[in-house]
């Protein structure tokens, strides 16, 4: 009898006991989840606030929650805060948060194009940061891109090779494949050798990787490959549980060498919503290109009208940005030709 008396008593002990525990387990949380927001915080705050201007082929803002955006990634070869800079990676990303896709396109270093601002001069894509003392580096690419692709670019976020190399060892590494033997000298003169295979890299071993093209049988487009695939395993790791923990050390080891357009209280979003985009529905657009060497230039690399207005129209789509024609496009299938809005192509050989 007496038993069955305690009885009910150790169950309201158990139960406080229980409750206690869930307590401290939910102000663990409250505070862990404080602590990595407040270190983003700090973090982000650090390397936004570049404005990037409303795109001009935008009637108004997009709002990333809802609206489909793109993000220009930018690597440079810029030391310091110096302006002379040039682009060493230009890959374009098409999101759209309604039907949870990405698509992705890498945009050739050497891609013979008009340069903006220059009054009609044709160069490589990645002269557009050196000629841009009008608008500005930053802003004189997004034109150049802008005036390529038929797409507005909403968004940036650019990083040189020692941010580059910094975020990799803050991360602790990145796993790569690669797919054939070749050799590449690291920024700071070490020779780096590739054998093939699945191979954990460091910063330095990683920007060598993403950088070699010349030893690559398919070129440009061999190297925009590795490209997208280092930066893909890098957001991965960002976005991931023990990344958000680390975030502020991270962005911390990247410093100055890093920096972009979005507001801090897009963040959050953003991170939710790549995390909810399925991997299938991320997809790579590969842009076609030929080979050439102009003179004055060198060797470039050549869109043909056919070939661009595949890429332009995959893009629109995936933006649901249709925008009337202008009348001004004048394309022949051979030889140079004047595109929408003046932008002008070789045919190439």
Same mark, same amino acid.
Request: hydrophobic fraction near 40%; glycine fraction near 8%; proline fraction near 5%.
């Given at each position: 009898?007496?038993?069955?008396?305690?009885?009910?008593?150790?169950?309201?002990?158990?139960?406080?006991?229980?409750?206690?525990?869930?307590?401290?387990?939910? !102000?663990?949380?409250?505070?862990?989840?404080?602590?990595?927001? /407040?270190?983003? /915080?700090?973090? !982000?705050?650090?390397?936004?606030? %570049?404005?990037?201007?409303?795109?001009?082929? *935008?009637?108004?803002?997009?709002?990333?929650?809802?609206?489909?955006f793109? =993000? !220009?990634?930018?690597?440079?070869?810029?030391?310091g805060?110096s302006?002379? /800079?040039?682009?060493?990676v230009?890959?374009?990303?098409?999101?759209?948060?309604?039907?949870?896709?990405?698509?992705?396109?890498?945009?050739?270093?050497?891609?013979?194009?008009?340069?903006?601002?220059?009054?009609?001069?044709?160069?490589?894509?990645? /002269?557009?940061?050196?000629?841009?003392?009008k &608008?500005?580096? =930053?802003?004189?690419? *997004?034109?150049?891109?802008?005036?390529?692709?038929?797409? +507005?670019?909403?968004?940036?976020?650019?990083?040189?090779?020692?941010?580059?190399?910094?975020?990799?060892?803050?991360?602790?590494?990145?796993? &790569?494949?690669? %797919?054939?033997?070749?050799?590449?000298?690291?920024?700071?003169?070490?020779?780096?050798?590739?054998?093939?295979? %699945?191979?954990?890299?460091?910063?330095?071993?990683? !920007?060598?990787?993403? *950088?070699? @093209?010349?030893?690559?049988? @398919?070129?440009?487009?061999? @190297?925009?490959?590795?490209? *997208?695939?280092?930066?893909?395993?890098?957001?991965?790791?960002?976005?991931?549980?023990?990344?958000?923990?680390?975030?502020?050390?991270?962005? %911390?080891?990247?410093?100055?060498?890093?920096?972009?357009?979005?507001?801090?209280?897009?963040?959050?979003g953003?991170?939710?919503?790549?995390?909810?985009?399925?991997?299938?529905?991320?997809?790579? &657009?590969?842009?076609?290109?030929?080979?050439?060497?102009?003179?004055?230039?060198?060797?470039?690399?050549?869109?043909?009208?056919?070939?661009?207005? @595949?890429?332009?129209?995959?893009?629109?789509?995936?933006?649901?940005?249709?925008?009337? +024609?202008?009348?001004?496009?004048?394309?022949?299938?051979?030889g140079?030709?004047?595109?929408?809005?003046?932008?002008?192509?070789?045919?190439?050989?």
């Amino acid at each position: 009898m007496a038993d069955q008396i305690k009885s009910p008593v150790k169950k309201k002990k158990g139960k406080r006991i229980f409750l206690t525990l869930l307590s401290i387990v939910i !102000l663990v949380c409250v505070a862990l989840g404080f602590s990595v927001a /407040w270190q983003m /915080w700090g973090a !982000l705050a650090a390397n936004s606030g %570049k404005k990037l201007p409303k795109s001009d082929m *935008r009637t108004k803002q997009v709002e990333m929650k809802k609206d489909p955006f793109t =993000v !220009l990634l930018i690597g440079t070869d810029q030391r310091g805060h110096s302006k002379d /800079w040039r682009t060493d990676v230009l890959i374009l990303a098409a999101v759209n948060p309604e039907n949870k896709s990405v698509k992705v396109v890498s945009i050739p270093r050497d891609l013979y194009v008009t340069i903006p601002n220059t009054n009609g001069m044709k160069g490589k894509i990645n /002269w557009s940061a050196a000629y841009g003392t009008k &608008v500005g580096p =930053v802003e004189n690419t *997004r034109e150049a891109i802008e005036n390529l692709l038929q797409v +507005p670019v909403d968004s940036y976020a650019k990083i040189n090779f020692q941010g580059f190399e910094n975020i990799v060892d803050a991360l602790g590494g990145v796993d &790569v494949n690669v %797919k054939f033997p070749f050799h590449q000298r690291a920024i700071g003169g070490k020779m780096v050798y590739f054998e093939p295979g %699945k191979h954990h890299l460091n910063g330095a071993e990683a !920007l060598a990787y993403v *950088r070699m @093209r010349h030893q690559d049988p @398919r070129g440009d487009l061999g @190297r925009n490959e590795r490209q *997208r695939e280092v930066i893909a395993t890098l957001i991965d790791q960002i976005a991931s549980t023990n990344g958000l923990l680390n975030f502020g050390d991270v962005m %911390k080891a990247v410093g100055n060498n890093f920096e972009m357009s979005f507001n801090l209280s897009d963040i959050p979003g953003l991170i939710n919503l790549y995390r909810t985009i399925p991997k299938e529905n991320i997809e790579t &657009v590969e842009m076609k290109v030929t080979f050439d060497r102009i003179p004055g230039v060198g060797d470039v690399d050549i869109l043909h009208s056919s070939e661009r207005q @595949r890429v332009i129209t995959i893009l629109q789509d995936q933006l649901n940005f249709h925008p009337e +024609p202008d009348g001004n496009a004048a394309i022949d299938s051979e030889g140079s030709h004047t595109g929408v809005n003046g932008t002008e192509e070789s045919g190439g050989k």
